[in-house]
């Protein structure tokens, strides 16, 4: 049995990676890590597991939770798992890292939007851990930089336009909602129910940093540079994701030969679905599954098109998609 630990599991991704293995048949949950909870057991902290786990988080070192597993998930914020992988990676341990320290490959361009990087070294190492455009790089990888959540939205989303040059990579506008959840189990005075409740808004407008990983994978779609207009909204919901994105096509096209163009694009898939002419995603349809919804149409009018994407931002944002990668290296199902 494959041995799996979690190095940062008692925030909302660690939650979730802790549910999803636990009824996973091929790994066993070896060890869990928290500075805050080392001591207490997982179902003091979230009760829902009463029953279903005995384990304990734990103060491991990392070269403890080498001893403890083969394939260990870094579930920390950015800029502290760029000092962990390079100590798992060393001990020839499989590393799927859900912060972004490793998802942009220009050392330049993640300074530039998240200050010093001290593990350049790896940058070149590292998987982009998007199943559906890098599968046959991942099942060669032992070292992935999971997707971040709304970049997983919008790049599922415009995928299988720009690879076939259907729309003008210039034009490409994105605007993402996104619940609460994606913001942390940290206290802030921003994700407060008497803050959010009721309210809808934008933030980090044309300065959010999953700009650099969303331009970075979509002009490797397009074969060339390209820069995105993205605007992040909250929305009053614990989570999911929902982008609706607008770009110009370069043909003429109907609904139905671009739904036909994300059918073939996606045809073995398993968790991106493609809704029928007229057919839009919500948010209840994919929260607590690993699906990606998409829906789309042509604005005959503009000469634009239109596509609406939706992810639960925990799974297929997050934790979901680290075990899909998790699958794809050790050749799982």
């Not at 798992?88 to 998802?103: E, G, H, K, P, Q």
């Not at 671009?258 to 919500?282: C, H």
Request: hydrophobic share 45%; glycine share 10%.
């Amino acid at each position: 049995m494959i041995r799996v630990g979690i190095y940062g599991g008692s925030g909302y991704t660690g939650q979730e990676l802790i549910r999803l293995l636990l009824g996973h048949p091929g790994v066993t949950l070896a060890a869990a890590t928290s500075r805050r909870f080392a001591g207490v057991p997982v179902a003091e902290v979230y009760p829902h597991f009463a029953g279903l786990t005995e384990l304990v988080y734990t103060a491991d070192s990392p070269a403890a939770m080498v001893e403890k597993a083969d394939v260990i998930f870094l579930a920390l914020p950015h800029g502290i798992c760029m000092d962990l992988a390079p100590q798992f990676t060393r001990a020839d341990r499989i590393v799927i890292d859900l912060s972004a320290d490793f998802r942009i490959c220009d050392a330049a361009v993640y300074e530039a939007w998240y200050g010093p990087h001290r593990a350049k070294e790896l940058l070149q190492e590292a998987v982009y851990g998007l199943p559906e455009i890098h599968r046959e790089a991942l099942r060669r990888a032992r070292f992935v930089a999971n997707p971040g959540c709304y970049p997983t939205s919008i790049v599922l989303g415009l995928a299988p336009l720009l690879r076939s040059g259907w729309i003008d990579p210039a034009s490409v506008i994105a605007d993402s909602a996104s619940g609460v959840s994606g913001a942390g189990r940290d206290p802030q005075i921003g994700s407060l129910f008497c803050e959010v409740d009721g309210g809808f808004k934008a933030y980090k407008v044309a300065q959010h940093r999953h700009t650099p990983e969303i331009e970075q994978e979509l002009s490797l779609l397009a074969g060339s540079a390209l820069k995105i207009s993205f605007t992040p909204h909250l929305l009053p919901v614990k989570r999911g994701i929902l982008s609706t994105m607008y770009a110009t096509l370069n043909r003429e096209a109907t609904p139905e030969e671009v739904i036909a163009l994300y059918q073939a694009f996606y045809r073995e898939e398993p968790f991106v679905r493609i809704g029928r002419k007229g057919q839009f995603p919500n948010l209840s349809a994919v929260v607590g599954s690993n699906f990606c919804d998409i829906g789309l149409t042509v604005d005959g009018r503009t000469g634009r098109i239109v596509v609406v994407s939706a992810i639960d931002n925990l799974i297929k944002g997050a934790s979901g998609q680290a075990i899909q990668n998790m699958n794809l290296l050790l050749g799982l199902d």
